[in-house]
Every structure is written in structure tokens, then in C-alpha cells.
């Protein structure tokens, strides 16, 4: 495996009144690997831990518990300063271009920075590599001194995916890297990282909530809710017949265009729990519709493989427990 996190934690301290101060779960016990060249994708709601578990892999954050291997180090307890190393060998591709790039630096100076810095490259052979990432990333040479404001969303996120990769990292992170994007543009840049993906030989750790784009890209999925992955397997698998109740509500209620929501569309009923007061037992239950008994609301299930390999963590497939 490339990375393997085991029984990850981030917990964050946060007040709740002038003298109470909650515990916030962000990222409450993941369980993830990924081979190398895999794409990997990381779906749910909004707040349950995606890009936190995005900022422990890349160590932008100290895990509170847990472990994270990478690449055949164990990277969570690692100190600022040995950190340095890891940057080469990991990159994050962020949701918004727009923001990740600095104004007042030219495309060129933006790519060559980190080549500069780690590589301490220069003169003649810095400019070919500049020129062999613009290449990369279908961007031609006359792009090579204008500045951000002169370039679309859609090249933007070019050039910080040529940053990305230009000390040629064994794992990106991307984090809702077409979000931001015009929907016009967002289908060339996945097709765009796909093949990326081949031509470079890279890993991606891919982070939507957009479950169209995720089945493009990922030969894997799994899926977080409060914190915890509760469904995790081959992406078609998981979307063509999903197990777990809550993966089950979450593509049932995609628009789909051109048709109308089917009959038995599932409609989760109340909001996400908080993550200051995630549920006892099974963290869903207080919205499954297909909750089984007691066992739901005092046991959390563990994420157990199924006969085909395919993970899930609910008691209606929990060895021990009955089936509905
Ligand atoms: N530094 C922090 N301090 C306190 N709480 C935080 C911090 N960072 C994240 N959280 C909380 O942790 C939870 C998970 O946040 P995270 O950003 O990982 O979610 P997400 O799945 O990426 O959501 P989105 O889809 O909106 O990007 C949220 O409840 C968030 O408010
Ligand atoms: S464990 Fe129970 S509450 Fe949780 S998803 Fe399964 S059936 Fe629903
Ligand atoms: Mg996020």
C-alpha cells in the first residue's frame, strides 16, 4: 500500500458558551488504504471530516489519534521540521485556484517555485522543466509570464496542478479540485486528471460531494458520515448496488436530469447530528430509515468486509447480528 491510516482520530476543542467548551469529533476512527496508482475517492455532507482527513494525510494537521503510513514511513507523529521531505512525495490540489495562487507571481515563477526551493534548479534546465509541466497540463508557452488574473478558472487550476506535481509526487490530494469551476470546464479538467493520473503514475486521494464525479474518476469510493466511513469499496460496485442505509439515501437523491426522482427516492428526515454530539451506537441511527432495534442506538458497528470485499458498517450485515 502507498497509504494505510488506521483508526485515525482529529478531535478539536471548541467553545459552546462563555464557560463550556465541546469536544468536536471531526474525524472519529478511519480506516483507509490505498495501492499505489489507485484513485480513491472520499464522499459525503458537508462537515463529516473529508477534508479534515485531507490535511492529517498531508500532515497539515497532527492527528489526535491514530496512525498514517505512507510510502513505508509513519508520517502521524512526525515534527514540523521533518516534514519537509513528505512535501515532495505528497501535494494537495485545492477546491479554489483562485485563492492558491499568488497574484503577483507569473505562471512560470508559480511552477518553478517549488523546483527552485526543493530542487534548487535554475537557468536553462528550470525553464525546460517549466515548459515540460505546462506541456503536461495542455498549457502552451505563451501562458508562461501572465499573471492569475490574466488566465480562465479552468487554466488556473492548471497551473496548480503543474505546481502540484512538478517534484513529481507519488500521492495527490484533491480536494473538490472542479467544484469552483464553471460546469462547462469541470468535465475537460477530470477527463484532464484521469489522464494525469496514467501518464504520471500517481495515486489520488479525490474528495467530492458530487457523486458523478467521483464515479468518473475513482476505482474506489468510500463514504463518510460524522467523521467515520461507514461504506468503502470498487467504485461501480458501491453505486450500483449500495448496502449501507446511508450511502443508499445519498444516491438515491442525486437530480438526476432528464428524468424524474424515482418513486422510492429515499428522503433522510431531520439534519446532521453535530459533530460536538455524535449519537451513541451507530451514528446514523437517528435518521435510518432502516434502523433495526435497541442494538442500533447502543453498538457501533465496525467496518467488516463483505464476502466480495466491499466494507460496511452497519448491524444489518454485522456477523452476530440478524437481518432484518
Ligand atoms: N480547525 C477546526 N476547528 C474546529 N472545528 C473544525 C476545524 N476544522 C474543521 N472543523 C469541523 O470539523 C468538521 C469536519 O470538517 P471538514 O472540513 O473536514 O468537513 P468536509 O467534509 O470537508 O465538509 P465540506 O464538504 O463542507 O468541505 C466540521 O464540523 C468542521 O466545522
Ligand atoms: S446500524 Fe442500524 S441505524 Fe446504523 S445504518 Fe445500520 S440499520 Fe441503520
Ligand atoms: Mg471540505
Do not use: W
Request: proline share 7%.
Amino acid at each position: 500500500m502507498l497509504l494505510e491510516v488506521q483508526d485515525l482520530k482529529k478531535h478539536f476543542t471548541v467553545k459552546r458558551g462563555l464557560f463550556d467548551r465541546g469536544h468536536l469529533r471531526a474525524v472519529d476512527g478511519v480506516d483507509l488504504a490505498l495501492a499505489p496508482g489507485e484513485a480513491c475517492g472520499l464522499v459525503g455532507e458537508s462537515g463529516s471530516g473529508k477534508s479534515t482527513v485531507a490535511r492529517l494525510v498531508l500532515r497539515l494537521l497532527t492527528p489526535t489519534a491514530g496512525r498514517i503510513l505512507f510510502d513505508g514511513d509513519d508520517i502521524g507523529g512526525l515534527e514540523e521540521r521533518d516534514l519537509a521531505g513528505l512535501r515532495e512525495r505528497m501535494q494537495m490540489v485545492f477546491q479554489d485556484p483562485h485563492s492558491a495562487l499568488n497574484p503577483r507571481m507569473t505562471v512560470f515563477r508559480s511552477i518553478a517555485e517549488p523546483l527552485v526551493i526543493h530542487r534548487r534548479l535554475g537557468g536553462l534546465e528550470l525553464r525546460r522543466q517549466v515548459e515540460e509541466l505546462l506541456e503536461i497540463v495542455g498549457l502552451s508557452r505563451q501562458f508562461m509570464y501572465r499573471f492569475p488574473h490574466e488566465l480562465s478558472g479552468g487554466q488556473k487550476q492548471r497551473v496548480c496542478i503543474a505546481r502540484a506535481v512538478a517534484l513529481r509526487p507519488k500521492l495527490l490530494v484533491l480536494d473538490e479540485p472542479t467544484s469552483a469551476l464553471d460546469v462547462s470546464v469541470q468535465a475537460q479538467i477530470l477527463e484532464f486528471l484521469t489522464d494525469l493520473r496514467e501518464r504520471l503514475g500517481l495515486t489520488y486521494l479525490f474528495i467530492s460531494h458530487n457523486l458523478a464525479v467521483i464515479r468518473y474518476v475513482c476505482d474506489r469510493v468510500a463514504v463518510m458520515y460524522l467523521g467515520r466511513i461507514v461504506e468503502e469499496g470498487d467504485t461501480a460496485t458501491v453505486f450500483e448496488q449500495p448496502k449501507h442505509p446511508y450511502t443508499q439515501a445519498l444516491l438515491s437523491s442525486v437530480p438526476l436530469p432528464q428524468a424524474e426522482q424515482p418513486d422510492d427516492a429515499i428522503i433522510l428526515e431531520g439534519d446532521i447530528p453535530s459533530p460536538i454530539d455524535v449519537p451513541p451506537g451507530c451514528p446514523f441511527h437517528t435518521r435510518c430509515p432502516q434502523k433495526i432495534g435497541p442494538i442500533c442506538e447502543t453498538a457501533r458497528p465496525t467496518l467488516a468486509p463483505d464476502a466480495t470485499g466491499r466494507k460496511i458498517a452497519c448491524h444489518l450485515y454485522q456477523e452476530g447480528t440478524r437481518p432484518r
